[in-house]
């Protein structure tokens, strides 16, 4: 059974930090890109940032460039994303999601401003 969990969201401050975990499991982990979205309330979903698990390379949004550190480990399975500087506007329910077809049921970042 494909599986993903994210954990590591809560409520900080604007201008502080967060590191977003998702934990997978129930796949080759390394053979497919996998991803950060996030949806707003009464927003639709939209990227955030995706790794190519291969190779390493990533790909950000004009908004996470510069803030925000995609990563993954392929021996624990696990994606991350380190996100710094944040701002009132990346309040939104953050979710993991693999090429596979796969998401996690999200983990919810909320900036105070």
């Known amino acids: 059974e494909v599986q993903l969990v994210e954990s590591g969201g809560g409520l900080v401050q604007a201008g502080g930090s967060l590191r977003l975990s998702c934990a997978t499991s129930?796949?080759?982990?390394?053979?497919?890109?996998i991803g950060w979205f996030r949806q707003a309330p009464g927003k639709e979903r939209q990227g955030v940032s995706c790794?190519?698990?291969?190779?390493?390379?990533?790909h950000y949004t004009d908004s996470a460039r510069s803030r925000f550190t995609i990563s993954r480990d392929n021996a624990a399975n696990t994606l991350y994303l380190q996100m710094n500087s944040l701002l009132s506007e990346d309040t939104a329910l953050y979710y993991c999601?693999?090429?596979?077809?796969?998401w996690g049921q999200g983990t919810q970042v909320t900036v105070s401003s």
């Open positions: 999601a693999t090429t596979l077809g796969y």
């Open positions: 790794i190519n698990t291969k190779d390493g390379s990533t």
């Open positions: 129930g796949f080759t982990f390394d053979n497919y890109a």
